[in-house]
């Protein structure tokens, strides 16, 4: 490893977000060899290796500021029910700062794992990814990889061994963790709970009265995981692994009772509860610790959408597709002629219109491989919709309630199937026996795995109550990544974009589009600045109802289309406008010449600027009907740097000075 210059750390970088950075990720030594340094000209994170190991440093370079005030352990197992610690060092004291000169005087934290390893590797792409639509970013992100090696060494685990696993990424304030833990011994263990990551950091409340739940959680470091669900589609609602907690050996905090969160640690919350036998391996979730520098949201939100686009590209993929409300092989072929007429390139089946991807007789994927064939002949992808929660199979086969024993309103959807169940299984299995058979280029999956728990002890993909969260997780995943290594995109009503999903709602309320044209137009505009402070433009879909849906009177629809052109291009523009796409659900895309011009020439012009439509959004004004609103598209790597969206909700024309903000084009 190259040896560590005092220099590189004071470098000030620019801003990231604006300009790449040239420094690449690399892992240094210290001229001792007792420490080991990630770093990319935008963090810098220290280990020191003897006696044990323990993070001593975490620093983000944009603005100086130190991260980390005490050690902790590099990770935690509870097996067997007992809990066992890897890597940390003993000896500090005092718990609100750590100084370099103190480490040498530590001693290991605990003997229950012995270091045998450090490797440093090149960084391999974490999901087999095949992209067949437009995509903005192709690439697959670069870096280093650095793993320590653990084996246990209390008796009672012999035979254990762990990785502690660290990702440095190039062009970003990022750092990724997991371990994995495998099992080479002569007896199988209960692998109860995995913590793979511990921070002890910075306090952001100086609060000497208050509890955990009310004071501020740090803010300068934002983590994401991929154990989120629960259909809020926004991260922050689903996480269900981050765990602000406090630490009462920091005796020196503010907070009288010592009940400041200062404390991060990653985790299931309802644990692993796996059997782990011999010569298996298990294998952690991930966190994405992302280093912030300000407060202000748009700039924090512009951090995160660049790691989306980075480390998941698959995010970046962006379809022009269309919701068909039928199935009739006529009205498929007459879509799909449509849509190659217009610049559309894929057409979804939509809920409602017949189709049944359970079904996978020899009669169904026949019918669908035809139509499938037909749409790509003519350039056009076809994919499909499916539900899996939200709905009852049977008793044998629902998640049971671990407090009744009963398939009795257990869900989070009040009844849904066990994915770990016989059907679930089996539903599984005739998605993929259909996708592979057919050739459809989409999923369009309505609740995905979204959390339940399940008491059954009869499911065979899982034991019982304790296996069964982390099983059915599992299987949902597996799922989504062998679709990616089909180059099969998927939309999905919950946060696995870090596992491979690829596009999620705004944020919408399906009786809204019910509601009149005039009212649609505001409220969507609403959706989508409110929805694209954190999410990508390519992340996100709207809804466009071209006929009715869930009630409401005419006024609420576009067919006939050649009588609502303005509403219709309008609706377009305010999500085409937004690199948003929307999901136009209906029997056609246009009814007379007029129309298909007007579709036309909208998709010509979202193509000409589809790179910077793409780009990530500024919040200028939020609608609110009363004056102008809008947002700006901001990208400096491309030819075109900005382009503002204005809109103007008022009967007569207006004049207003508007100030662009140019700093991040």
Same mark, same amino acid.
């Given at each position: 490893l190259p040896v560590w210059e005092d220099n590189l750390e004071h470098k000030i970088p620019g801003?990231?977000?604006?300009?790449?950075?040239?420094?690449?990720?690399?892992?240094?030594?210290?001229?001792?060899?007792?420490?080991?340094?990630?770093?990319?000209?935008?963090?810098?994170?220290?280990?020191?290796?003897?006696?044990?190991?323990?993070?001593?440093?975490?620093?983000?370079?944009?603005?100086?500021?130190?991260?980390?005030?005490?050690?902790?352990?590099?990770?935690?197992?509870?097996?067997?029910?007992?809990?066992?610690?890897?890597?940390?060092?003993?000896?500090?004291?005092?718990?609100?700062?750590?100084?370099?000169?103190?480490?040498?005087?530590?001693?290991?934290?605990?003997?229950?794992?012995?270091?045998?390893?450090?490797?440093?590797?090149?960084?391999?792409?974490?999901?087999?990814?095949?992209?067949?639509?437009?995509?903005?970013?192709?690439?697959?992100?670069?870096?280093?990889?650095?793993?320590?090696?653990?084996?246990?060494?209390?008796?009672?685990?012999?035979? !254990?061994?762990?990785?502690? @696993?660290? +990702?440095? $990424?190039?062009? /970003?304030?990022?750092?990724?963790?997991?371990? %994995?833990? *495998?099992?080479?011994?002569?007896?199988?263990?209960?692998?109860?709970?995995?913590?793979?990551?511990?921070?002890?950091?910075?306090?952001?409340?100086?609060?000497?009265?208050?509890?955990?739940?009310?004071?501020?959680?740090?803010?300068?470091?934002?983590?994401?995981?991929?154990?989120?669900?629960?259909?809020?589609?926004?991260?922050?609602?689903?996480?269900?692994?981050?765990?602000?907690?406090?630490?009462?050996?920091?005796?020196?905090?503010?907070?009288?009772? !010592?009940?400041?969160?200062? @404390?991060? +640690?990653? $985790?299931?919350? /309802?644990?692993?509860?796996?059997?782990?036998? %011999?010569? *298996?391996?298990?294998?952690?979730?991930?966190?994405?610790?992302?280093?912030?520098?300000?407060?202000?949201?748009?700039?924090?939100?512009?951090?995160?959408?660049?790691?989306?686009?980075?480390?998941?590209?698959?995010?970046?993929?962006?379809?022009?597709?269309?919701?068909?409300?039928?199935?009739?092989?006529?009205?498929?072929?007459?879509?799909?002629?449509?849509?190659?007429?217009?610049?559309?390139?894929?057409?979804?089946?939509?809920?409602?219109?017949?189709?049944?991807?359970?079904?996978?007789?020899?009669?169904?994927?026949?019918?669908?491989?035809?139509?499938?064939d037909y749409a790509h002949s003519k350039g056009i992808k076809l994919g499909g919709y499916s539900l899996f929660s939200s709905r009852r199979i049977d008793d044998e086969n629902d998640v049971i309630d671990p407090v009744t024993g009963l398939p009795d309103k257990a869900a989070f959807f009040g009844h849904a199937p066990c994915l770990a169940s016989k059907w679930g299984i089996n539903y599984l299995k005739s998605l993929k026996k259909f996708i592979t058979e057919t050739g459809f280029d989409l999923l369009e999956h309505d609740g995905p795995y979204p959390g339940d728990v399940c008491a059954s002890t009869k499911h065979p993909g899982h034991k019982g109550l304790a296996d069964s969260q982390w099983a059915q997780m599992t299987m949902q995943k597996e799922f989504y990544q062998w679709l990616n290594g089909r180059g099969v995109y998927i939309n999905a009503p919950d946060w696995y974009f870090l596992d491979g999903s690829h596009k999620i709602a705004l944020g919408y309320r399906e009786v809204n589009f019910s509601l009149s044209r005039a009212q649609q137009k505001i409220l969507n505009r609403q959706n989508i600045y409110d929805g694209l402070w954190e999410k990508t433009p390519s992340m996100s879909w709207g809804f466009v109802p071209l006929t009715k849906y869930q009630g409401g009177t005419a006024d609420a629809v576009l067919e006939p289309l050649s009588e609502h052109l303005i509403d219709y291009k309008q609706l377009m523009m305010q999500y085409y406008g937004a690199g948003v796409q929307a999901c136009y659900r209906g029997p056609r895309l246009y009814d007379t010449d007029d129309t298909k011009t007007v579709v036309k020439e909208t998709l010509d012009w979202y193509k000409k600027y589809r790179d910077i439509l793409n780009a990530d959004i500024l919040h200028l004004r939020r609608p609110d009907g009363r004056d102008w609103d809008g947002i700006m598209h901001v990208n400096s790597a491309l030819k075109q740097k900005g382009l503002a969206m204005l809109y103007n909700p008022l009967k007569e024309p207006i004049t207003r000075k508007i100030k662009l903000p140019l700093y991040y084009t």
């Open positions: 801003d990231w977000r604006v300009r790449p950075v040239a420094q690449k990720a690399e892992i240094f030594r210290s001229a001792d060899g007792r420490d080991l340094i990630l770093f990319n000209g935008l963090l810098k994170r220290s280990f020191r290796i003897s006696p044990g190991v323990a993070c001593t440093d975490f620093k983000n370079l944009s603005n100086g500021q130190q991260l980390l005030r005490a050690l902790s352990p590099e990770a935690r197992l509870t097996v067997d029910g007992k809990v066992y610690a890897v890597g940390g060092l003993r000896g500090q004291t005092e718990k609100a700062y750590l100084l370099p000169e103190w480490l040498d005087g530590f001693t290991a934290l605990s003997g229950d794992f012995r270091l045998t390893g450090i490797r440093v590797e090149a960084l391999q792409p974490f999901l087999n990814w095949k992209p067949k639509t437009w995509v903005m970013n192709a690439r697959q992100p670069e870096g280093k990889t650095l793993i320590f090696a653990y084996e246990a060494v209390a008796p009672a685990i012999a035979g !254990l061994q762990v990785q502690v @696993v660290y +990702e440095l $990424y190039d062009g /970003l304030p990022l750092v990724v963790k997991w371990m %994995t833990v *495998e099992n080479t011994g002569t007896k199988a263990f209960k692998l109860d709970r995995t913590v793979h990551e511990i921070l002890a950091f910075v306090e952001e409340e100086s609060a000497v009265v208050g509890k955990p739940e009310k004071m501020k959680k740090p803010q300068k470091l934002y983590i994401e995981n991929n154990f989120a669900y629960n259909n809020a589609m926004r991260y922050e609602l689903s996480d269900q692994a981050t765990h602000w907690k406090i630490d009462s050996s920091y005796t020196s905090q503010v907070n009288y009772y !010592l009940e400041t969160p200062c @404390v991060v +640690e990653v $985790y299931p919350f /309802l644990g692993v509860g796996i059997d782990l036998p %011999t010569n *298996e391996q298990y294998k952690s979730i991930r966190s994405y610790e992302l280093l912030l520098d300000s407060y202000d949201r748009e700039r924090n939100g512009l951090a995160r959408r660049k790691m989306y686009r980075t480390l998941f590209p698959w995010t970046s993929q962006n379809p022009i597709f269309m919701h068909l409300i039928s199935t009739d092989p006529v009205k498929v072929k007459s879509v799909i002629d449509q849509c190659a007429e217009t610049g559309y390139e894929m057409v979804i089946l939509s809920f409602g219109s017949g189709l049944n991807m359970e079904d996978a007789s020899e009669v169904n994927i026949t019918k669908f491989k035809a139509l499938a």
